[in-house]
Each structure stands twice: as C-alpha cells, then as structure tokens.
C-alpha cells in the first residue's frame, strides 16, 4: 500500500549543487497568497472563483510579467522553461490548489523556492 505524507512548509529553499536532467513536482499551493519560484520564475496564486478559475500573477526577474486565470484540467501554461498545470483545489477552512510543475533543468546556482505549501512525497 502507497503511503502518502504531506509536510507542511512555510519556506522551502532548494539549491541544486549538481545538475539535474528535469525536475517535476506536484505541489499543494495554499490560497492566497502562497508562490512557487524556479529559477526567475515566480507564479503567485491568488484567489479561487466559485466556478474554480485561478488567478495567478506572473513575475520574471523580480518584475511583473502578466496575469493569467487558469481552469482546472487545462493544458500545460509555460512561461520560459517553467511548465505548469493547474490540476483542482481543496476547499475547506483553508484552501489549497494542486499545481504540477515542469523544469527541463536545474544547474548550480539555481534555485527552487516554495512559500506556503504542502507537499506530496
């Protein structure tokens, strides 16, 4: 039987020290406000519709880049070579948005940043 865990961070730092062929993730990303940072890529999630559109607000190299409202189950969004996908959300007392997350690579010196998430090992 597959056990599942979910580890609640507030701030996650990752710095790969070799390179890596790809990275791919699933994330919980708490609502709102919480972001997901590779490389100089930072997406960060606002709130939920009722109708489960996400607004997500695009920042490269630290400037604002553009807003996107994403559906559930849509296709891959890239922006550079940062692929994601929204997957659905978890409504409750706090809510959360699955993201799946693509990277052709991380180098040294590169980094991946995780703020207000959880995550599925």
Excluded: C, H, Q
Excluded at 4 to 13: A, N, Q
Aim: hydrophobic residues 45%; glycine residues 10%.
């Amino acid at each position: 039987m597959k056990k599942e865990f979910l580890f609640f961070i507030i701030l996650s730092l990752v710095s790969a020290s070799v390179p890596v062929s790809s990275l791919s993730a699933e994330a919980l990303v708490k609502l709102p406000g919480g972001s997901v940072t590779v490389d100089d890529i930072s997406l960060r999630f606002g709130d939920l519709s009722i109708d489960g559109k996400l607004l997500v607000d695009v920042y490269v190299d630290g400037s604002y880049y553009r807003s996107m409202i994403l559906l559930p189950g849509g296709e891959n969004t890239s922006i550079g070579d940062l692929k994601f996908e929204y997957k659905g959300a978890y409504i409750g007392s706090e809510s959360f948005v699955v993201i799946d997350l693509e990277y052709p690579y991380l180098l040294a010196g590169d980094e991946l940043t995780l703020v207000a998430i959880a995550l599925g090992f």
